[in-house]
């Protein structure tokens, strides 16, 4: 059986809700030059506001402001489900513009008044 070889590189990805410890971040660990470590920050409800506004542009798709406040009022910051929900949105409309009551009538995680 053959040798495999060794990866010259290896990417580890990890995700945690909590901090990390401060020991950690500023332990030897992460003074190497070889690992870093980046904090993500919850967006902001007007950060996935223009986030929603600049997907559906680079996709053409033609949404209105109310149908924008439902998505990011209603979706949190799951970006991953509001770009699928926007997929979903725009080929039920076609050419038409995504407004506030088609997002409430498809969309199963709009709270109705």
Known sequence: MAKLKQPEEINLILIE???LPARL???KLFKSSQIKYTRLNKLSRQEIKGWIEDFASK???KISQ????LIADNFGDDL???SNELEK???YSGEATIEEE???ELSPF???D
Do not use: C, E, F
């Open 17 to 19: 809700n909590d901090d």
């Open 89 to 91: 949105l725009a080929n």
């Open 80 to 82: 991953w489900r509001i």
């Open 59 to 61: 996709q053409k798709i």
């Open 110 to 112: 709009v709270i109705k």
């Open 66 to 69: 109310g149908a924008v406040r």
């Open 25 to 27: 971040i500023n332990g």
């Open 102 to 104: 088609t997002v409430s």
